[in-house]
């Protein structure tokens, strides 16, 4: 499955089968975990400076959080601009400040002077830090903002579908899912998303083709698995659902999607009665 935008691995949606329908999307690194381990860079961080100075930040941002903010604050006083305010705001969220994060990220996207596509990578990493802070529509409109630049960015519209998903808006997350799909059909994690989103709109069948879609492109992917378990429990299909759930734990054991597939299991094995 393709990587989550910059930041924050807020992806791929799941829900328990308590009730009849589960419970919408899940983010699978919550606020809570993040303050609790640094969080990776990835190689592909929008750049808004050039330079020794600018390398060295996002590389202690890697390696030591406490040296790269130390280094971040002293570069922004001795005129760093955009460079040291990025990094000090990258800084923090790799450290779990999400919500300060998120708020340097959103200015530094309105106030930059870099390209369209920079600032919007900007609003994305913002929307990311929001989610991370419980502040989802906060992300949802940091994620808008970022599309008013670029409006065919997929990664943008896919983590707005994840704001409104989370929001309970699973029409309005359908609309970004399609172009998504349109955009770009090989995109596994999307295709897992619209499940979900059918799922919560109650059309079943369709959210069936769409986790079938997943699977072909990405038959080992455990969120995928988790999603097609909830959608054959729902139709009947109880030791599909088992077996799913199972493959799931397995691809991903110690994962907040084995957390959710045990859950799953357990409750499958309660019965009716105990839902």
């Known amino acids: 499955m393709k990587p989550a935008s910059p930041v924050l691995l807020a992806l791929l949606a799941a829900g328990l089968v308590a009730g009849a329908g589960g419970t919408g999307w899940l983010a699978l690194r919550a606020p809570a975990e993040a303050a609790t381990e640094p969080l990776p860079l990835p190689p592909d961080v929008p750049r808004l400076a050039e330079g020794p100075e600018y390398?060295?930040?996002?590389?202690?941002?890697?390696?030591?959080?406490?040296?790269?903010r130390n280094f971040a604050e002293s570069w922004e006083v001795g005129g760093g601009g955009e460079g040291a305010r990025h990094c000090g705001a990258l800084a923090l969220l790799a450290a779990g400040e999400a919500e300060r994060a998120a708020e340097r990220l959103e200015g530094l996207?309105?106030?930059?002077?870099?390209?369209?596509?920079?600032?919007?990578?900007?609003?994305?990493?913002?929307?990311?830090?929001?989610?991370?802070?419980?502040?989802?529509?906060?992300a949802?409109?940091?994620?808008?903002?970022?599309?008013?630049?670029?409006?065919?960015?997929?990664?943008?519209?896919?983590?707005?579908?994840?704001a409104l998903g989370t929001l309970r808006r699973y029409a309005d997350a359908m609309d970004d899912l399609?172009?998504?799909?349109?955009?770009?059909?090989?995109?596994a994690e999307a295709w897992v998303f619209r499940a979900v989103a059918n799922r919560h709109l109650d059309r079943v069948d369709q959210a069936a083709e769409d986790i079938g879609q997943a699977l072909a492109l990405v038959p080992d992917n455990a969120e995928a698995l988790l999603e097609r378990g909830i959608i054959r429990q729902i139709k009947g299909d109880t030791a599909g659902a088992k077996a799913d759930w199972q493959r799931a734990v397995a691809l991903a054991p110690d994962s907040p999607t084995a957390d959710l597939a045990q859950q799953n299991l357990a409750l499958n094995e309660a019965g009716p009665q105990r839902r």
């Open 55 to 68: 390398e060295r930040c996002l590389g202690l941002v890697r390696t030591d959080l406490v040296e790269a």
């Open 140 to 162: 949802y409109g940091a994620a808008t903002m970022g599309l008013t630049l670029m409006p065919d960015d997929a990664d943008l519209m896919l983590d707005r579908a994840v």
């Open 109 to 138: 996207g309105r106030a930059s002077r870099a390209s369209a596509a920079t600032r919007a990578s900007i609003f994305a990493q913002a929307g990311q830090a929001w989610m991370m802070a419980g502040e989802t529509g906060r």
């Open 178 to 187: 399609n172009r998504v799909v349109a955009l770009d059909p090989q995109r």
